[in-house]
């Protein structure tokens, strides 16, 4: 079974938060999310500087075998993109938690966010 | 629809496969990486579970003739050992299946449709064989297909085949099949073994009844570990027909697509003396044009940005709509975007620059020259 990992949130669209504090938080996309989808290829972030809403499409996830729209699981301003990841999407697969990571968000609005606990228990994920 | 299982799903199972609908079949999409898969394909061998395909015997003094009839191709014209690439349509010329059949023996054929069509193909063979001295026997349910794909595919079959058979391997050549001792838990069973596929690339598929499919699928794995052979799901089997430009039934061929227009004109034998089903109509077809100066075609699309074409997708020229996706999706053994497509004749040749809409977004494709992928020989 994929990883949930407890210390951060998740969005019903399977993207996860960092739950830290102070400062922009990292998003990216669930191993779950990353395992559904196969082999990515090819991802489209938003801009840095760009504002994103809570609950909209911010830019998408292509794998071999699919598409999926990335959604923004807070509102605010972008602040930095992982190139590392628009590089070799492979890192969303191999390491969706950490090298995996996709963008930064100074967040003046959280949508509603799940817990890992919860997350899991709603996606067939292992704490 | 029913839920049909392979003779090997415990073995998918125990491999880790996640699987997926196909045809009513549950059938290993992936084990662990399609792309991993693929690689392995192109560059090693993968193995593969075919056995939702469907098989079907015709055997009779009026075999060849039967064919002839029920088929578009000029099947009586093949020697014994060798296949051959058909159509089965129907009487408007649509496509009911694309299969390969193979002569067996004077008066005796196996006939191989896809999963999907397997009952609807053994039902019209049954229905057009009335006028002809042939049995039609389907053994789909109790026949098992395993394939080993990659250019180590040879190396790997030797190893489970006797010394004295080699040259029965060896000398195999593309699209023929032979009869072929294979060691299935040290017991040598004579099965039949094709040199065809459906991945651009060298390799086999061996017929085997189910009850023995599970030991021989273990022994060529065994045999093929140290040659780089893993076990292939069928996302990796569609890229890899895909980069081939193999056209997948229920993509690029339907009931409502004609051999004219899907490319597939040398197919159709008109040159046959005999009736068969779909003449009149696909004569019909080819004389007005269809799929060269009239109506659509099918083509190669090569993505000049990094976003993938999907099946279904829109393909427009200056904002117009000039056609549609079949298949798509980023190629991993080339590194850009390819698709297949019907698109309105005057916008299929090759360098043509094209648009499709990815999802509100147009980005420009290139018509270029079936298959993107062809093996170093």
């Known amino acids: 079974m994929s990883k949930v990992v407890s210390e951060l949130k998740y969005s019903a669209e399977h993207e996860w938060v960092a739950a830290d504090g102070a400062g922009p938080v990292g998003i990216g996309i669930s191993a779950v999310a990353a395992d559904a989808l ?32 990335l959604y923004a699981p807070v509102t605010g301003e972008v602040t930095e993109i992982n190139d590392g990841v628009v590089a070799d999407p492979a890192l969303i697969n191999s390491d969706p938690y950490g090298a995996g990571w996709l963008f930064k968000v100074a967040v003046t609005d959280e949508g509603p966010l799940m817990s890992a606990e919860e997350y899991a228990a709603t996606n067939g994920g292992e704490l | ?30 084990y662990t990486s399609e792309l991993a898969e693929h690689h392995a394909v192109r560059n090693a061998a993968g193995l593969f579970d075919l056995s939702h395909m469907g098989e079907v015997w015709v055997t009779g003094p009026d075999a060849g003739a039967f064919l002839d009839y029920a088929l578009a191709g000029k099947l009586s014209a093949i020697a014994v050992g060798k296949a051959k690439y058909s159509l089965i ?31 609807q193909v053994a039902a019209a063979l049954a229905e ?31 190893q489970l085949v006797p010394a004295e058979q080699h040259a029965l391997v060896t000398e195999l050549k593309y699209y023929a099949a032979v009869e072929v001792g294979i060691a299935v838990n040290d017991v040598v069973q004579t099965l039949l073994l094709a040199r065809t596929g459906y991945t651009g690339e060298d390799g086999f598929e061996i017929y085997v009844p189910n009850d ?64 068969f089903v779909g003449r009149e109509a696909l004569a019909a077809i080819k004389a007005a044009g269809v799929g060269s100066t009239i109506g659509q075609k099918l083509v190669g699309l090569k993505g000049l940005g990094r976003r993938a074409a999907r099946g279904h997708y829109p393909v427009l020229k200056d904002g117009t709509l000039v056609g549609e996706v079949t298949s798509g999706q980023p190629s991993p053994t080339l590194g850009y975007p390819v698709a297949m497509a019907y698109v309105d004749v005057e916008y299929s040749e090759v360098g043509t620059v094209l648009d499709v809409d990815l999802r509100g977004k147009a980005e420009q494709f290139e018509v270029v020259s079936l298959p993107f992928y062809k093996r170093a020989r």
């Not at chain 2, 069928?234 to 227009?261: I, K, Q, W």
Request: charged share 20%; hydrophobic share 40%; glycine share 10%.
């Open chain 2, 89 to 119: 349509c129907d009487a408007d010329g649509g496509i009911i299946d694309d299969l390969i059949s193979y002569r067996r023996g004077e008066e005796e054929y196996l006939v191989v449709p896809n999963a999907g069509n397997a009952a």
């Open chain 2, 1 to 30: 629809m029913t839920e049909n299982y392979t003779a090997l799903y415990d073995q998918h199972k125990k491999a880790g496969a996640s699987f997926t609908d196909f045809g009513g079949w549950q059938m290993p999409l992936k």
């Open chain 2, 128 to 158: 057009r064989a009335a006028n002809f001295d042939v049995a039609v026997g389907d053994v789909s349910a109790e026949t098992s297909l395993i394939a080993v794909q990659g250019p180590s595919a040879e190396a790997i079959l030797l």
């Open chain 1, 38 to 69: 196969g082999d990515i290829v090819y991802v489209d972030l938003p801009e840095v500087g760009s504002t994103v809403t809570a609950g909209e499409t911010c830019g998408e996830v292509e794998s071999t075998k699919s598409v999926s729209d």
């Open chain 2, 212 to 275: 023995d499919a599970a030991r021989l699928w273990e022994a060529l794995l065994d045999a093929g570990t140290v040659h780089g052979l893993i076990p292939a799901g069928l996302a990796c089997r569609d890229s890899l027909r895909l980069e081939a430009g193999m056209p997948l039934y229920g993509n690029e061929l339907s009931s409502r697509v004609n051999a004219y227009a899907a490319g597939l004109g040398p197919v159709v034998s008109l040159a046959k003396e005999s009736d």
